[in-house]
């Protein structure tokens, strides 16, 4: 059965970094674009950034641009999401998902002093 799971995410200040991880298990990995979306509560999932096959990153965001960058590691059967200067706006659940319709559990990054 695949699995996505994700990790990396915590508290952190303003104009700080973070990275997150999503291992994929059972999961044809290298041929999978792995997108990372983010939701806060009473909003919609929004998609973020996408890591494509050929490990070239897609930002879907305009608010991210220029801050986020996916990529992933093939060897490991990991996703990143490489997220620099972040403003509590970035606060939110961060999720990777895997067509057709496979999800991570989620990993929370919240953005404060």
């Known amino acids: 059965q695949v699995r996505l799971v994700e990790s990396g995410g915590g508290l952190v200040q303003p104009g700080g970094s973070l990275r997150l991880s999503c291992k994929a298990r059972?999961?044809?990995?290298?041929?999978?674009?792995i997108t990372w979306y983010r939701q806060t509560a009473g909003k919609e999932r929004e998609q973020v950034a996408t890591?494509?096959?050929?490990?070239?990153?897609?930002v879907h965001t305009d608010s991210v641009k220029g801050r986020f960058t996916a990529f992933r590691d093939n060897a490991r059967n990991t996703a990143y999401l490489q997220m620099n200067n972040l403003k509590p706006e970035d606060t939110a659940v961060y999720y990777c998902?895997?067509?057709?319709?496979?999800w991570g559990q989620g990993t929370q990054v919240t953005v404060s002093s």
């Open positions: 998902f895997a067509r057709p319709t496979f």
């Open positions: 059972d999961l044809v990995f290298d041929m999978s674009a």
């Open positions: 890591a494509t096959t050929f490990n070239t990153s897609i």
